[in-house]
């Protein structure tokens, strides 16, 4: 089925059945999304955006400006808040107060799987507006199968809402600008305006707009001027939609688009690490070729070669300067204007296709339009039947590799690359942090309660439960260790060789043969067991208290600003009278503990932030950070060698032993005539 002569020339009016069959899919898309939405854990970035949707939501109309900048690093405020506030008050309305998604997780992640299944409605409008209905439910079937889109489709904050409307906003211009009717630039206008309070890269819109009409569209003067006074208009509406949607731009306005612009160009943006091509190489140092490569190796090779074919098309439609190449260079201009000027501008480069999302709409249609093109240049109804097939074998191949990667799209990569297993060895997978959630729950059901971790990246959005805790590196002794297998990691952890680690891992996340996250067990680090007999040593001339050591850095390490006898090891910044600093120092208390009546003890220890305690030259236990830890021990009368430890990072700083003999009731603190050095 050919397109006709004057396809593209604006967009078609689709009937109420077109509509409702392009509703269809959208509706599938977002259905099968609630069925699995537990699948997907919390990311990278998801806590940085809630937190300032928090602050809208439940506080901006108590605190306001003032609040917003003490609160806020210049970065997060200048962030669009328009879908931090919505992913907060999902949460709050269908989990906290309604109880209609099960879990926390869930109500955050709900307003992006819609938003998603809007930019799926949003691709069938623009390819059935501009091509007809075949290619546009052809295009949003495609979307839908673009392992990209599926890996962003829950717990994007930003990226996946920003493709949605972005895809909204060039569709209402393409209309403007082809139907030439002033209230549709206001339109268009207005979404762009929406869509600069998701995230700043709204901006690409204009310049693709404009850059479109003078290459393609403007033939005259008049014409000129009716399309010079219509994106006048466009962004005047966009103000007004930015200043009603989002409250930081309510306030001295004229500050706030030079500060945000000026924000992100200065911002110091990630410049870790980054493994592309096999190596590693600065974000801000990456080639000029990483969006289109990272498009090519990411992008099913059936898409791909659809692309290639609408590529094609366009050339020649051009050349003819027919309606529907006009239609087919705004696409062009869609997909490689917003990667392009990334490579051009020198910024950043990472996280392989997340920052380019915009373009995956542009994408799809093409592969549309071309799909029922070359299926209307076959020679006969057989053999177009027979492409179809082809063609629909295609997709249901690409969906069940989706089904195996499962809930892991974003680590797809086509045969360019030998798949994922051959992609491991020269790019970055696991980038978004998709397999935290599968490790966290190995993590809560086969490792001991009391475990410490070390997590050189990624720590805050790991799924851990109360009781294990979190360890600064691994000199404070970790029982485990995860790495989530991405460049920055060189930087992170220089222990070990995060690519050809020294010791075998006792658990991965993988996929395809190649791992996306690893968890490592060191046993050396071991406390003693619950249970376990330690015997008394002779303590002659014994003086009472104990001896401590001052450091003043957070590492045991000289020279000593204090050398002190105390009663007990107790102490607590907010009460005590030594002139111990509040932050950045450590403390080692040694001396010997006495026990009176043999049996079994029970020891508690609490610290801020890091306590350690010893007995007979053993490691009974570790507190890391701010919490509390009990151990039990078979102890004979006499003396035993007593080491103590804590350290005091940022804050305020406490650290408390408590005993008892089981036989005797509760816990209470250790009294000082236990204590001699």
Not at 18 to 46: H, N
Not at 333 to 342: I, Y
């Amino acid at each position: 089925m050919s397109a006709g002569p004057e396809a593209g020339s604006g967009p078609r009016r689709l009937s109420g059945r077109a509509l409702l069959l392009g509703a269809i899919l959208p509706i599938v898309f977002l259905l099968q999304g609630l069925a699995t939405i537990g699948d997907f854990g919390e990311t990278f970035d998801e806590k940085f955006d809630r937190n300032i949707g928090h602050y809208y939501y439940r506080d901006w109309s108590t605190r306001g400006v003032k609040g917003l900048e003490e609160t806020f690093i210049p970065l997060q405020r200048n962030y669009g808040p328009l879908f931090d506030v919505l992913v907060v008050a999902s949460e709050d309305h269908l989990h906290a107060k309604r109880k209609i998604l099960k879990t926390e997780l869930a109500g955050f992640h709900f307003p992006i799987l819609c938003v998603t299944a809007l930019a799926v409605f949003a691709v069938y409008l623009v390819a059935a507006g501009m091509f007809g209905v075949p290619a546009g439910l052809l295009a949003s079937l495609i979307f839908c199968l673009t392992p990209q889109v599926v890996a962003h489709s829950q717990n994007n904050l930003k990226d996946t809402p920003l493709m949605a409307f972005f895809a909204l906003s060039l569709a209402a211009f393409f209309a403007a600008v082809t139907r030439d009717r002033f209230w549709r630039y206001a339109a268009a206008g207005a979404v762009a305006g929406v869509t600069y309070t998701i995230k700043i890269n709204a901006l690409l819109i204009y310049p693709i707009v404009g850059l479109w009409f003078v290459l393609f569209v403007g033939r005259s003067v008049r014409a000129y001027l009716r399309f010079t006074v219509g994106m006048l208009l466009a962004l005047a509406s966009s103000l007004g939609a930015i200043v009603l949607v989002w409250p930081y731009y309510r306030h001295e306005i004229w500050k706030r688009f030079p500060e945000t612009l000026k924000v992100f160009r200065e911002a110091a943006i990630f410049n870790e690490e980054v493994f592309y091509l096999g190596k590693h190489i600065r974000a801000n140092e990456m080639p000029w070729h990483f969006p289109f490569v990272q498009l090519g190796v990411t992008t099913p090779l059936l898409f791909l070669g659809l692309l290639m074919a609408a590529l094609f098309f366009t050339a020649r439609q051009l050349r003819e300067k027919s309606a529907e190449g006009r239609a087919l260079g705004f696409l062009v201009l869609w997909l490689l204007f917003p990667m392009g000027l990334q490579a051009a501008s020198g910024a950043s480069m990472y996280d392989g296709m997340r920052h380019y999302l915009t373009v995956l709409p542009a994408l799809a249609v093409l592969a549309g339009y071309a799909g029922v093109r070359l299926i209307g240049l076959l020679p006969s109804r057989r053999a177009a039947v027979a492409g179809a097939v082809a063609l629909g074998a295609g997709l249901l191949f690409v969906l069940m590799r989706l089904i195996a990667l499962h809930p892991y799209a974003v680590v797809y990569h086509n045969a360019l690359t030998g798949g994922v297993r051959g992609a491991a060895d020269r790019f970055e997978l696991d980038y978004w942090g998709a397999s935290f959630a599968e490790a966290g729950r190995w993590v809560k059901s086969a490792t001991p309660p009391t475990s410490r971790f070390w997590m050189p990246i990624g720590q805050s959005f790991f799924p851990i439960d109360e009781g294990r805790s979190f360890v600064a590196g691994q000199d404070r002794l970790p029982n485990y260790k995860i790495i989530l297998v991405r460049g920055m990691l060189r930087l992170a952890d220089k222990t070990d060789d995060y690519r050809n680690p020294s010791r075998k891992p006792v658990y991965t996340v993988s996929r395809d043969g190649a791992d996306l996250l690893r968890i490592f067990e060191y046993p050396e680090n071991s406390d003693l067991a619950d249970g376990t007999a330690l015997a008394p040593e002779p303590a002659g001339g014994a003086q009472p208290g104990l001896s401590v050591t001052r450091f003043a850095n957070g590492e045991y390490q000289p020279p000593a600003v204090e050398t002190s006898i105390r009663e007990t090891p107790e102490f607590d910044s907010q009460t005590a009278t030594e002139d111990w600093r509040e932050a950045n120092f450590s403390v080692l208390m040694n001396g010997f503990l006495k026990i009176d009546v043999p049996g079994n003890y029970v020891f508690e220890l609490s610290s801020d932030d890091d306590g350690y305690f010893g007995l007979s030259g053993r490691r009974v236990t570790i507190c890391p950070s701010t919490g509390t830890v009990r151990k039990w021990l078979k102890l004979s009368a006499g003396f035993y060698p007593i080491d103590l430890r804590f350290r005091n990072d940022v804050g305020p700083a406490h650290f408390h032993l408590k005993m008892a003999r089981e036989s005797d009731g509760a816990l209470a603190t250790v009294e000082a005539a236990r204590f001699s050095h």
